[in-house]
């Protein structure tokens, strides 16, 4: 079953949306964005979010003391790591974590090769920011890559149109999205439902063809 994590959720309709669509996963961004929230404004949304769908905090080049008080303060269940942590400072911490990579070229994917996390999610390097640019990378350069597909979130660009195909190709344990479910730059609830019904339908016509 393909996960979905919705990210950049600042408004309680738009979470209420994702966990009534059936995600599994919601990011609140902490990093410099358009899309980032006080760690008391993600306090009052994480208690919208039942058990069942993890709350994950994205971050980009953190100090200790931030992610620390975002976790235990929200709480979250995930760190998302979106900058250029290595891999000790992520281990220090020890806290469940994703490690985004941005991916240009082969040497970017091999990267991933150096952290022991719980997730490994493949981006497409950001424009104003870290992450959340809405570009679709060069799928195929994930081919190779020898990290279990269970560890694998790809995100870049996804929306209800592409992401069928994307599982597809990358077959990835989760999908992540946050300007494909936009609209005027604000999260839309119908661009929510319908990103989540196409990633339930890609598994039921896999399902069907075997
Ligand atoms: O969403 C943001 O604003 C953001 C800012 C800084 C780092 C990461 C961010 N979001 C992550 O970006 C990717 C892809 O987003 P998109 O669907 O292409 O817009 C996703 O992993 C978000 O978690």
Redesign the pocket.
């Known amino acids: 079953m393909t996960k979905v994590?919705i990210?950049?959720l600042k408004e309680a309709v738009h979470v209420l949306c994702a966990v009534n669509a059936g995600a599994d996963f919601v990011?609140f961004?902490f990093?410099p964005?358009?899309?980032q929230i006080s760690i008391e404004k993600a306090r009052k949304l994480a208690k919208l979010v039942p058990n069942h769908v993890k709350k994950v905090g994205?971050f980009?080049n953190p100090t200790e003391n931030e992610v620390r008080e975002a976790f235990e303060n929200v709480p979250l269940d995930y760190v998302?790591y979106?900058g250029n942590e290595d891999p000790a400072f992520i281990e220090q911490l020890g806290y469940p974590s994703i490690k985004?990579f941005s991916i240009r070229d082969e040497e970017d994917v091999k990267k991933a090769g150096k952290f022991n996390v719980d997730y490994y999610?493949f981006?497409?390097p950001?424009t104003d920011?870290?992450?959340?640019?809405?570009?679709v990378f060069d799928w195929s350069l994930l081919d190779q890559l020898s990290i279990p597909r269970e560890k694998v979130i790809l995100?870049?660009?996804?929306n209800a149109s592409n992401v069928q195909k994307a599982i597809a190709t990358v077959r990835p344990s989760a999908v992540?999205?946050?300007?494909?479910v936009e609209q005027n730059g604000e999260k839309n609830g119908e661009l929510i439902q319908s990103f989540i019904q196409a990633v339930k339908t890609s598994q039921q016509t896999v399902k069907g063809a075997n």
């Open positions: 994590k990210c950049g990011g961004v990093a964005s358009k899309r994205v980009v998302q979106h985004a999610l981006d497409a950001g920011y870290a992450g959340g640019s809405g570009k995100a870049g660009g996804l992540d999205v946050s300007s494909g």
